[in-house]
């Protein structure tokens, strides 16, 4: 398989996103102050921004693997990760506004310091994902599409 087809963004993308939106109004309610659970939530926004951008932008292109969107897209998923993280904290640190917040200042500037190893496993996890798709055997009845 050399090339992926990207499908159009359809409303029921938006509805998941509206989903994950109210997931993480709920989670912004309680008073867990899990970090795993919240980098697992930041790492699901980040998911969530980047597909939403590329069904929105490229829907119903086909890209070619070789050339490495795949890889791309795992380095600004895996930028955004922590970012999203950083301020899924910050918001709940500013919800609830005790005398000692769900989140201290140290942790969410360690979050914030793995940027750069976050973008690097989203990069590499990118490029296994198309070398993946590059070992699949290619279809000989499939016409090739245009570039």
């Known amino acids: 398989m050399r ?3 990207i499908p159009p963004q359809t ?3 938006n509805l998941m996103a509206i989903g994950y939106g109210g997931v993480l109004m709920i989670w912004l309610s309680t008073e867990n102050a899990s970090i795993w659970l919240t980098v697992v939530l930041g790492l699901g926004l980040a998911l969530m921004i980047v597909t939403l951008g590329v069904l929105h932008w490229m829907g119903g292109r086909t890209i070619n693997l070789a050339r490495g969107w795949l890889v791309l ?3 600004i998923t895996g930028t ?3 970012i999203t993280t950083f301020f ?3 918001f709940k640190n500013v919800q609830h506004s005790h005398i000692v ?3 201290s200042n140290e942790v969410m500037s360690e979050i914030l310091v793995r940027t750069p190893a976050w973008a690097l496993a989203g990069g ?3 490029g296994a994902v198309m070398l993946m798709g590059l070992a699949v055997p290619e279809n000989k009845n ?3 599409p245009a570039d």
């Open 101 to 103: 917040p769900d989140f």
């Open 124 to 126: 590499l996890i990118g």
């Open 88 to 90: 899924l904290m910050l």
């Open 3 to 5: 090339y992926l087809r």
């Open 80 to 82: 955004l990760s922590p």
């Open 11 to 13: 409303l029921l993308h």
């Open 142 to 144: 499939a016409t090739k």
């Open 73 to 75: 897209l795992g380095i």
